[in-house]
Structures are given as C-alpha cells and as structure tokens.
C-alpha cells in the first residue's frame, strides 16, 4: 500500500552524545563571546570531569559534525582557525528565545492587537455604515445584500451605499524599538556577569521581533566611553571593554536612530548597571568615576527631557541594587516620564518582553 504511516514520536530519554556536547556548545559560545576555541577548550575541561564521551564518539567527533553540519567553519588556509557560522548565530537567538520568552511561543506570527479600531487585517465583531474610504475587503456582503432586500425588496432589488455595511478591522500597531546596551568594565566587576544576560536578552528579543512582529524595528546599540550601532548577528560576539559609561552618546545615538523611523510608536530601553560617568567634549573625555557628576548627571537628564518631549519613552532595567544608583535612574525615569526595573540578571528577559508588549499597545496620533 502506498503513503505513509504516522506514529507518536517517542524521543530518546538520554538523548545522542552530539545532542548533549551541541547543547553545552552552545551555552559556552555565550560566554565566550563567539570564540570556538575558547568553547572547544572549555568543553574539553569539562569532559575530562565529567566524562560526557566515551569510546565510541570522542571530542574529535564532535568538532567533525559540528563542520559537516555547517555550524562551525574553518576561517584560514590552514585550518588552525575556527569561527561560528550564520546559521550558528542564527541558532544561538533563537535558544535564547526559547529559554527566557519560551511561554510565548504560541500566538498569531507578525500581528499585536490595540485597543483602536482602523485600518488592519483581522476582523472584529463590530459592524458600521460604509464610509469614504473604506476598501471593498471590509465590506460584509452577506449583511449588505440582507439589508438591500430588506429595503428595497426582490422586487425592485439594488445594492446602494446606504445598504453597505462594513466589518471594523483591529489596527495593527508598528513599533521602533532602539535597545541600548551597557557594555563598560562595571557589567563583569565584583564576580559577576551582567553583560552574559543582558546579550541573551537582546538575542531573545531580536528573534522574537523578527519573527512574531517583522512589521516593527529593532536597532541594537551599545555604549561604553563612545556608542555605535552593532548589527543583530554581532550579538553572539559582544563582549565588555576597558570602558567608562557614556550614557549621553548613547541616548544622542539612539534619538538619531529613531528620527529616521517612520512609525509613530518610538521607545528606547536601556539595560546598563550603573551611572554616567563620562562625556565626550571635542575630542577629549570627561569621565568621573565616583559619585554622581552633576555635570554628566545634567548633560544625562536633559536628553530625557528631550526624549520626553518628542513622546519617545525610555525604560530603564537596572541590573544593580545600591541605592544612590537606584536615586539616579529614578530621577532619570521622573524626568522623562518612561519606566524603570530595579530587576535581578534572571527576571530581565520577561521584564523586558512585558514592557515591550506594553508600549505596543499605544498608538501615538
């Protein structure tokens, strides 16, 4: 008989040896910043106390169908380089996903609700008389020829504007989202790293726009004595500097990034763990370490007005608990009327996510 037989797939409880070292793999390029052999080098450390392989498939075997399978690749001549590829980076936003917003896999691809009815492309219950305007897509045929017959009757039957009647679509709201990242020496001091999470979020929230919302944009920068812009596959590579935190150049960059979007719906989220402690003037750096600089502080909070002033709300995730910090990014929120999470390294991914959602929902006119 031909076709096919369909039965409930049963997976391995223990899984393949590739699957077990690729999932490890994958975790470490997070912390190594996308370097492989820093990766294969801890991944070895860890097999030799652990005991991941055996005799059957060794450490050789693996870095083989890691080539075959098109996730890592050989960056010279001689092969004594190896570096991750699109399809790895790919992988990479899409487990981050997966770990912090993996509740909300399920749902409609591409498409947020809003309150306001308009333009858009899902149907609602409400019905209205047709107006100037209104594309033929929206007009109820059924309820419209009913209401011709009612008026008119079989008789002398004809279809009139008065007898249109139109199905009220949702609005579809689009959003410009500018995601700012501290990358100064602070996020790896004191023995622990902030920047692992902070970059895992924005991973997550990359893939997540581009594949439930692709209508929206995201633009990704970071800022530490300077800010630029960094593309999304750059992500995986992030890594800290020998950096003061620029918090102005980075606000400037993002304001910039956003003057050239066309949507009305403009947000800025800024996870960082600490104070401005550096502006530049000409070509020189004006950095102030300790305490809170009344001149950086000010330079800081007038582009939070400014922000304000052009309805661009910024929200804050604070990844540091001392309280003359948290006084800071309160006075920063106050100023520019935004948000601000006092959140822990785990909470980051689903704080971020809900604000997101949030301010998706507004529609600015």
């Known amino acids: 008989m031909l076709g096919h037989r369909f039965t409930k797939f049963i997976p391995s409880p223990s899984g393949s040896t590739f699957d077990k070292l690729f999932d490890l793999f994958m975790q470490i390029l997070t912390y190594t910043s996308g370097d492989v052999a820093e990766a294969l080098h801890w991944l070895n450390l860890l097999d030799r106390q652990h005991h991941l392989t055996g005799e059957g498939y060794g450490m050789g075997d693996f870095i083989e169908d890691l080539k075959k399978k098109g996730f890592i690749k050989e960056d010279d001549p001689g092969g004594t380089r190896l570096v991750i590829t699109a399809k790895t980076e790919q992988t990479i936003r899409q487990r981050s996903l997966e770990e912090i917003f993996g509740k909300l896999k399920k749902g409609r691809r591409g498409e947020h609700r809003t309150p306001q009815a308009g333009m858009g492309d899902e149907p609602t219950t409400d019905r209205r008389k047709y107006q ?95 800010a630029w812009q960094i593309e999304i596959k750059d992500l995986p590579y992030l890594d800290v500097g020998p950096y003061h935190t620029n918090a102005v150049a980075g606000l400037e960059l993002a304001m910039d990034i956003l003057r050239r979007r066309k949507n009305n719906n403009k947000q800025i989220f800024m996870i960082t763990d600490g104070k401005p402690t550096c502006l530049k003037e000409g070509l020189n750096y004006y950095k102030n370490p300790f305490g809170l600089d009344r001149k950086i502080l000010n330079r800081t909070l007038r582009l939070a007005a400014q922000c304000r002033r052009l309805h661009i709300p910024i929200t804050t995730f604070m990844v540091a608990s001392d309280p003359y910090l948290q006084k800071f990014v309160r006075e920063f929120t106050r100023v520019n009327q935004g948000r601000a999470f006092y959140t822990s390294l785990q909470g980051l991914g689903e704080y971020l996510f809900e604000d997101y959602v949030r301010n998706r929902r507004r529609r600015v006119r």
């Open 132 to 226: 100037f305007g209104d594309v033929i897509e929206q007009i109820d045929m059924t309820s419209s020829l009913r209401n011709a017959q009612i008026r008119h009757g079989l008789g002398d039957f004809r279809l009139t504007e008065d007898d249109l009647e139109v199905v009220e679509m949702e609005y579809k709201s689009q959003t410009s989202t500018v995601l700012m990242i501290d990358i100064s020496h602070s996020m790896i001091l004191y023995g622990e790293d902030r920047i692992t999470p902070a970059k895992k979020t924005a991973m997550a929230l990359a893939e997540l726009i581009t594949t439930r919302y692709p209508k929206d944009t995201l633009d990704v920068l970071v800022f530490g004595n300077d």
